[in-house]
C-alpha cells in the first residue's frame, strides 16, 4: 500500500480527503515551519494523517465514525508512517482529556463545526502555532442550487471566515488551491 492507492481507494469509497494541491502545500508548510505536532480533526480512512506523518511529523487524530475508524486503523498499521500517529477514536466535540501541546492544529471534519472546534482546541496551540481548515469553499456549491441543509451549512462557513478575518488573537490568509483553505498564524504575545 502507498499514498497513490489510498488515494484510489479513498476515491472508490467516496471519501473526501485532501487534494493533491493541499497535500504539496501541507508538505511545504510542515518542513518551512518546523511543524513537529499536528492534532487533526477528522481523520477517514487516515490519508492525510498518514501524509503529515511522512513529513515527519506526530499525528494525534479525532475520528468519531465507526467504520471511519476501522479504515484508518487498517491503514495506520500497513503504512510505516502510523508509527508516529496516534487515532483518537472519539467525537472532537465532546472530548475532555488533556491532549498536549500542538505546533499545527489541522481542521476537516464537519463543516458546520469550524468554529467550534477552532475554540475549543485554540489551547493546546502553541505560541506561534498554526489553525489550518480545509474545505472553506466547499466544492463551490450554489447556494440557489442546494437544498436547505447544505444552505445552512455555507452560511456558517462564511461566518466561520468573518469569525477568522476579525479575530483578534490569529492572523488569517485564505488560499483558493484545492477547496479553499485557511491558514491561522497565532500572534506571538
Ligand atoms: N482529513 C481526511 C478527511 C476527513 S473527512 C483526509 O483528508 O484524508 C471528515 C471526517 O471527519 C469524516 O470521516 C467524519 O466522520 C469526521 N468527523 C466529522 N465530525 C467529527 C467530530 N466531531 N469528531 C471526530 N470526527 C469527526
Ligand atoms: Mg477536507
Redesign the pocket.
Known amino acids: 500500500m502507498n499514498f497513490v492507492s489510498l488515494k484510489a481507494y479513498a476515491l472508490e469509497k467516496k471519501?473526501?480527503?485532501?487534494t493533491d494541491e493541499v497535500f504539496d502545500f501541507l508538505k511545504l508548510f510542515i518542513s518551512q515551519n518546523q511543524i513537529k505536532d499536528v492534532l487533526?480533526?477528522?481523520?477517514?480512512?487516515?490519508?492525510?494523517a498518514l501524509a503529515m506523518a511522512s513529513f515527519g511529523c506526530h499525528v494525534t487524530t479525532?475520528?468519531?465514525?465507526e467504520f471511519?475508524i476501522d479504515e484508518a486503523k487498517k491503514h495506520f498499521d500497513l503504512f510505516e508512517e502510523g508509527e508516529r500517529v496516534t487515532l483518537i477514536p472519539f467525537?472532537?466535540?465532546t472530548y475532555e482529556k488533556n491532549l498536549g501541546m500542538f505546533d499545527l492544529i489541522f481542521i476537516?471534519?464537519?463543516k458546520s463545526?469550524y468554529e467550534t472546534f477552532f475554540n475549543k482546541y485554540k489551547p493546546y496551540l502553541k505560541q506561534g502555532g498554526y489553525i489550518v481548515c480545509?474545505n472553506l469553499h466547499f466544492h463551490h456549491l450554489d447556494p440557489s442550487k442546494v437544498n436547505r441543509h447544505t444552505q445552512a451549512l455555507l452560511k456558517k462557513l462564511e461566518k466561520f471566515k468573518v469569525f477568522l478575518k476579525e479575530h483578534t488573537e490569529f492572523e488569517t490568509t485564505f488560499y483558493d488551491f484545492g477547496d479553499g483553505v485557511s491558514v491561522s498564524k497565532r500572534i506571538m504575545l
Open positions: 471519501v473526501p480527503i485532501i487533526e480533526i477528522g481523520t477517514a480512512i487516515g490519508y492525510s479525532f475520528e468519531r465514525d471511519m467525537d472532537a466535540l476537516d471534519a464537519a463545526q480545509d
